[in-house]
């Protein structure tokens, strides 16, 4: 089997077989492919596509193409969550220890931010002592013996998609629908679970910004989940304004928090108790979508989701005081109250522009390796749809160094649209799909 052949073929239009793409993929990962050849190829995918079965052919081979997890041999229904990303969005913080409170097991392989969006492994290392460097072993020890773990990715696992998501950033093929729905449905396969819930994310501040394109994802996702005998649903979701009001790592954990504790409500609560309920009828814990709220909501209130989130910290050798004292995480020095000489209602809060506007102060990074501030990041005081008088701040800016805190400021400034009368209400979850 020539390479050149199969970059033909899908340069012509026409489709490729299973062994087809195994071929190119195996050789690939083993460095008999050079990466001009697979440039190429990415080029010719992202101008003519691959039907349904190539990618669900693409998907399953770079799962294959390094290590999988093993959770045959835990017991009880496991699942997985994925989001395309976004601004203030803390929902896998909240999420992860509110699934095992509900009955479910669940272990999460997450990420660092890059760009405008934050990661969980930033924030979740705003917590002393936090580890988020398991071992496989030590990964699957805690999904079995507490039911729940987090950790960051390790390149053992789907070795393919680092290698074509790398490549891909430089040659312009990252918004390929295909290339998409197999770099996230190769790794929750890669991770074994019964069941995987997604979010996705479209409008300002998301990777996938028009509404269709994010429609043509999920469903992607879900096909594939279905081609290989997963469960899967979505959730396609607003983010042309930050989810939660805190952008920043340790920010963001104390407003998670408060929302395990039962004390704030709002999108980000909203968001993450749908996400788990569609867990909850994937596993038939609960027979409909009604009933599956009403038992997430009571973990919140009865105090339960925040007893797992401290059994999770302290598990992983973080501090499980944080849960009670906030204090204990990184702060900054300093604080910028942003306001506005106008009176109304915010019509618009631009996602995009407070995430750039958070890593510039130091709360997230423009390359891999860059360290970041977990102390700093922006609070919003005011939300689309929200009054404001003269006397009301928009957002406060924590920072501890003033280099760029005049361009912060005009960022924030700017990510506010006010407007004299209400604007309509933002509808949050856009569509479910299963």
């Given at each position: 089997?020539?390479?050149?052949?199969?970059?033909?073929?899908?340069?012509?239009?026409?489709?490729?077989?299973?062994?087809?793409?195994d071929?190119?993929?195996?050789?690939?990962?083993?460095g008999?492919?050079?990466?001009?050849?697979?440039?190429?190829?990415?080029?010719?995918?992202?101008f003519?596509?691959?039907?349904?079965?190539?990618?669900?052919?693409?998907?399953?081979?770079?799962?294959?193409?390094?290590?999988?997890?093993?959770?045959?041999?835990?017991?009880?229904?496991?699942?997985d969550k994925?989001?395309?990303?976004?601004?203030?969005?803390?929902?896998?913080?909240?999420?992860?220890?509110?699934?095992?409170?509900?009955?479910?097991?669940i272990?999460?392989?997450?990420?660092?931010?890059?760009?405008?969006?934050?990661g969980?492994?930033?924030k979740l290392?705003?917590?002393?002592g936090?580890?988020?460097?398991?071992?496989?072993?030590?990964?699957?020890?805690?999904?079995?013996?507490?039911?729940?773990?987090?950790?960051?990715?390790?390149?053992?696992?789907v070795?393919a998609?680092?290698?074509?998501y790398?490549?891909?950033?430089?040659t312009?093929?990252?918004?390929?629908?295909?290339?998409?729905?197999?770099?996230?449905?190769?790794?929750?396969?890669?991770?074994?679970?019964?069941?995987?819930?997604?979010?996705?994310?479209?409008?300002?501040?998301?990777?996938?910004?028009?509404?269709?394109?994010?429609?043509?994802?999920?469903?992607?996702?879900?096909?594939?989940?279905?081609?290989?005998?997963?469960?899967?649903?979505?959730?396609?979701?607003?983010?042309?304004?930050?989810?939660?009001r805190?952008?920043?790592?340790?920010?963001?954990?104390?407003?998670a928090?408060?929302?395990?504790?039962?004390?704030?409500?709002?999108?980000?609560?909203?968001?993450?108790?749908?996400?788990?309920?569609e867990?909850?009828?994937?596993?038939?814990?609960?027979?409909?979508?009604?009933?599956?709220?009403?038992?997430?909501?009571s973990?919140?209130?009865?105090?339960?989701?925040?007893?797992?989130?401290?059994?999770?910290?302290?598990?992983?050798?973080?501090?499980p005081?944080?849960?009670?004292?906030?204090?204990?995480?990184?702060?900054s020095?300093?604080?910028a109250?942003i306001?506005?000489?106008?009176?109304?209602f915010?019509?618009?809060?631009?996602?995009?522009?407070?995430?750039?506007a958070?890593?510039l102060?130091g709360?997230?990074?423009?390359?891999?390796?860059?360290?970041i501030?977990?102390?700093?990041?922006?609070?919003l005081?005011?939300?689309?749809?929200?009054?404001?008088t003269?006397?009301?701040p928009?957002?406060?800016?924590?920072?501890?160094?003033?280099?760029?805190?005049?361009?912060?400021?005009?960022?924030?400034?700017?990510?506010?649209?006010m407007?004299?009368?209400?604007?309509?209400?933002?509808?949050?979850?856009?569509?479910?799909?299963?």
């Amino acid at each position: 089997m020539q390479f050149l052949d199969i970059i033909l073929k899908k340069r012509n239009g026409e489709n490729l077989s299973k062994e087809e793409i195994d071929f190119l993929v195996g050789e690939y990962v083993a460095g008999k492919i050079p990466d001009y050849q697979m440039s190429a190829f990415l080029m010719a995918v992202y101008f003519n596509s691959l039907n349904r079965k190539e990618t669900a052919y693409l998907t399953e081979s770079m799962a294959n193409s390094g290590d999988k997890l093993d959770l045959t041999q835990i017991n009880g229904f496991k699942v997985d969550k994925h989001s395309s990303g976004g601004v203030g969005d803390s929902v896998s913080l909240i999420l992860v220890p509110l699934v095992r409170s509900v009955g479910l097991k669940i272990g999460k392989l997450s990420g660092r931010g890059l760009g405008h969006t934050g990661g969980t492994i930033d924030k979740l290392e705003s917590i002393p002592g936090f580890n988020v460097d398991l071992t496989t072993d030590e990964f699957l020890d805690s999904i079995d013996r507490i039911g729940m773990a987090i950790m960051e990715h390790t390149s053992n696992l789907v070795p393919a998609d680092q290698k074509l998501y790398e490549l891909r950033d430089v040659t312009g093929t990252v918004k390929s629908l295909p290339l998409i729905i197999s770099s996230i449905m190769s790794k929750k396969i890669a991770c074994g679970p019964d069941g995987i819930v997604l979010d996705i994310k479209t409008g300002s501040g998301a990777i996938v910004d028009e509404f269709k394109e994010a429609e043509e994802l999920a469903g992607g996702c879900v096909d594939i989940g279905r081609e290989v005998g997963l469960k899967v649903s979505a959730l396609i979701t607003d983010m042309n304004q930050p989810l939660g009001r805190a952008v920043g790592n340790a920010l963001e954990i104390k407003e998670a928090i408060k929302v395990l504790k039962g004390e704030k409500a709002g999108d980000l609560k909203e968001v993450t108790v749908a996400l788990v309920a569609e867990l909850l009828l994937q596993s038939r814990k609960a027979e409909t979508l009604k009933g599956a709220r009403e038992i997430v909501e009571s973990k919140l209130t009865s105090g339960e989701a925040l007893s797992k989130f401290e059994q999770l910290v302290e598990n992983q050798g973080g501090n499980p005081e944080v849960a009670n004292n906030t204090d204990i995480l990184p702060g900054s020095d300093q604080k910028a109250r942003i306001k506005t000489d106008q009176q109304g209602f915010v019509g618009e809060l631009d996602a995009l522009k407070i995430g750039r506007a958070a890593n510039l102060l130091g709360a997230g990074r423009s390359e891999k390796g860059q360290k970041i501030d977990p102390g700093v990041g922006i609070q919003l005081e005011r939300k689309v749809g929200e009054e404001v008088t003269e006397e009301d701040p928009l957002a406060v800016i924590h920072y501890n160094d003033e280099k760029h805190l005049n361009r912060v400021k005009q960022m924030v400034g700017e990510a506010y649209n006010m407007r004299e009368t209400p604007p309509p209400e933002v509808q949050l979850i856009k569509e479910r799909v299963r």
